[in-house]
């Protein structure tokens, strides 16, 4: 089987060109705190949703719907809603996170596929198999924080798919149970699926020295000339002791491109791609690299060359925990 | 209103570890977590001390539950988790690992780094058997009022984050090992060095987390001295200590007479920095605009 | 060139972009009213646009406004962002764009953008009346000066 390409869609645009690009599943969100990319100008209204998953369709892409927040309490009927809405607008699946809302959708919306976020964080065979037989998972996202052997063992044991990200931005800390950013800013991934909001952003510009600070507190420090990271707290550049710098990780993104073998090889049944807050133009090349590479897989000829470094945050690339040596 | 203690997310030698639990037996909590939460290489250290230190708890008249890890992966913490459900204590879940390996309907306890954000979740857990949870940090007073109501027609007692440095995030990387240019797997127990966390700063020198190996803490110390009147009102049973290396049975009994009242608003707080230098407080994820904001006039 | 007859044009044609892409100035939800200042630092023009509900103006002038939001970067880097040849992202990271101000109003204009597929060239030229000359030749100029092409061929192989 050819490993099943997952693509991010932030906008309607984004979404036909992820198609057109040869993904082979969409993900994206209804616009509101419901999902994890809750971003200014980003995401579907439900006409716009149900649009998208026809144009999907008739070309053969599947839609999967991200409902990975965390339902705030008083107001777990948006929650609902979203979960009842992805279904009539004809979603193939809903990626979902909070154990209440997994609980919502088994017992009231049966008939819909469920995936297991990447927020849940589930990290090992046994809490997966938990989540598959509770709630009727059928894929888990795992977290970005295992390495390529313990994803391996994971397969050799879990009743269900499992889906990776390879490629875009990196979390370091386990995704769903952070709260950096509600500590600066009050506004936080699991809350208001918004992680270090842009809302908090400043940029300061000084005889080019540039300052990029998050709710008052000072991330990057960049001298004329090199790049500026987006001021994400877990990538910026602190100081401990007598250390300083990147404590926690360097401003680098994902780039498993070159693990695709050994991912299948470790069961993996699909490759995520990060980024629903990108531009319709790079989903559409990371899309058509990453096709390239799994159609090269599937007919044993040698894997393209990639080319996808000029798209990523602070134009350096990692492989992440996926080589163990990154912990 | 009662007095838990959470469990130590810090590293330390063995011998401080037992004497901490022994100052604890005569300390006015009511309840204690024990057990190791952040890293489970640092357990084989003190790991054969956890059953005396519970019978002493217990025969002091404390309350105790074992917490679980707050992120299982490999095959050994697998193993770990799943024997706690067999040491008949109860058992603190802080990663839903835990609740795979618990004989359906068995008590437990919710543990403050288990997602319990909304009635739907408090709700289903009650049905698993929950019976006491700590809500996450994280939560503005307004979900905390919520579900302590629902909370209280499941029979859950609530607590809240009371005091100590705010877990915000756990990871598969070791921060310490990465500091000290050493591999996880070859950390040589870096974290030990700094039994209240290593205070982490911005390049302009403002104080902003704390690194605990795996684990990333606020620099702050969470403090509700001004939130306990709310609390007390929302229904929330009991408020959750964290352990620190330095005065805590004092902090122990600040916290019990500023429940009674011998201790008035605003008191607490001085007197927890008077004893505690160089310490910033906060309390801003109850009813702040980000969770770093202190409501109080004193800070240093 | 005297910037008020083009000012004018400008808003003309952004105002005909909007009623050709309605969804354009929904996605800017709470920034439908913010003033943004749009600054090609290799000309001695800057764009102030605010997208007044869906009625939006436009103003060039030669001094430096204020605005809420600002954009900087070359002339060819802001066309290329709004449409779409180039990752907004990218250009950021690599400060070929500055953001200033309100960081949360530019990401939703780009965003906003983004999703619209404008094709720049064949908007100005279903232009017509007495607006529609001035644009396409700033069009034409933009085209020759940056070496971008604004024309949106069906399923553009930009890569």
Redesign the interface.
Known sequence: MVMEIVCPA?????LRAAV?AGAHTVYCGFNDETNARN????NF?RS?MRDGVAFAHARGAKVLVAINT?????D?AIWHRAVGDAEACGADAVIL?????L??ASRNHPGLRRHLSVQ????????I??YAGTFGVRRVVL?R??SVP?IA?INAEAEVETEVFVFGGLC???E?????S?????L?P??NGVCS???H?????DQGV?DARL?G???H?VDR??????PTL?K??????E??GH???DPVSLNAERLIPQLQKAGVTALKIEGR??????V??VV?NFRAAVDALEARRPMPEGMLA??????AMTTG?YK???? | MELTVGSNQFFWPAETWSGFYDDLTRSPVDRVVIGELVCSKRLSFYQDRIPEAISKLVEAGKEVALTSL??????R??KLT?ELAEMGVTVEIN???A???LLEGSDFSVGP?V?V?????????ASRGARRVCL????PI??VE??AK?ATDLGIAIEVWGHGR?P????????H???HGR???NCQFACEEDPDG?????????P??A?NGVQ?L?DSYACIDHQIELLRSAGVSALRLSPQSKGFVQLCTLYRQRIDRTLSEGELANAVLSFNPGVHLSD??LT?????EWSGTSNS | MPLAPLSLSLTVFSRKIVTNNP?LF??????GRTDFVLDPIDLPIVLCLNPNDGLPKVKLTRRQTEGTARISGPMAALLGLVH???????L????DL???G???????????I????LDLAQEAAALSGPFARPLQQLIALAERQTGLYLTRPE?AA??
């Not at chain 1, 849940?120 to 809490?127: R, S, T």
């Not at chain 2, 707050?70 to 095959?75: D, M, Y």
């Not at chain 3, 929904?26 to 920034?31: D, F």
């Open positions: 932030g906008t309607p645009a984004a057109k971003f200014p100008g980003l209204n716009e965390f339902p705030r309490a008083g777990e996170a909070d154990l209440g809302l609980d919502h849940a964080a589930a990290a090992n065979a046994d809490v198999n938990f977290p924080v295992l313990e063992a370091v800390m386990a769903g149970r952070c709260s950096l509600s500590y600066a800013t009050g936080s699991n809350m909001p842009a809302s952003v400043e940029y300061n510009e540039l709710g507190y000072l991330i420090r000339g090199e790049p500026a990271p987006y877990c910026g550049c602190f100081s401990a002791g250390k300083a404590l926690f990780e807050q990108r531009s319709k133009s790079y559409a090349q058509r000029r798209l990523s945050e602070g134009q925990a163990k040596t990154w912990r | 707050a992120l299982v992966t490999l095959k913490e697998r799943a990663d839903l690992t609740l795979a390996y780094l997602n954000y909304n009635e739907g979740t408090i709700t289903w857990l996450p940090p994280e939560l307004g979900s919520t579900l629902a705010l915000l995030a756990i990871s598969g990387r070791c921060y090992a990465r500091l591999s996880k797997d290593l205070d982490v700063l911005t390049v302009e020198g403002r902003f987390m690194m990333t606020s801003g994820f702040g605009a980000c969770g770093a | 969804c929904q996605r800017l939800g709470e920034y779409g040849a180039f990752d907004g992202d990218a950021f990271f690599s400060r500055v953001v200033e309100d960081t949360g109003a530019a990401l939703a204009l780009r965003n906003a983004d999703d619209a597929e399923d930009i890569w």
